[in-house]
């Protein structure tokens, strides 16, 4: 069975950075599109960046020039790298995989969960 297996997070001060990172670990890992999630207390979960196995990627505005995302095929990692990140970054990380396309919402599987806190 395939597990996604992310990095430890932690509280971090604005304007600095952060990398998450998702490792797929046992086989059938080889999804077609990744995508990174949070979610706020309080608040639905939201998209934050995803990435096929073409390059295509995506941001939601609010990361965009901030974060990237990528894709290390030969560990079977994704990565968030998070720079300038600001207090309404904080939330629960999660990365997430699917075996169709990223636009689908067909996320089969997820990761635990990384808290990320930014203090101002």
């Known amino acids: 069975q395939v597990h996604l297996v992310q990095s430890t997070g932690g509280p971090v001060q604005a304007g600095e950075s952060m990398k998450l990172s998702c490792r797929a670990t046992?086989?059938?890992?080889?999804?077609?599109?990744m995508a990174w999630f949070r979610q706020a207390e309080g608040k639905e979960r939201e998209v934050v960046a995803t990435i096929d196995t073409d390059g295509k990627i995506y941001y939601v505005d609010s990361v965009k020039g901030r974060f990237t995302v990528s894709r290390d095929y030969s560990k079977t990692t994704l990565y968030l790298e998070m720079d300038g990140l600001k207090p309404e970054d904080t939330g629960m990380y999660y990365c997430?995989?699917?075996?169709?396309?990223?636009?689908?919402?067909?996320?089969?599987?997820w990761g635990h969960g990384t808290q990320v806190t930014v203090s101002s």
């Open positions: 046992g086989y059938g890992n080889k999804f077609y599109c």
């Open positions: 997430a995989a699917s075996s169709s396309a990223c636009d689908a919402s067909d996320w089969r599987v």
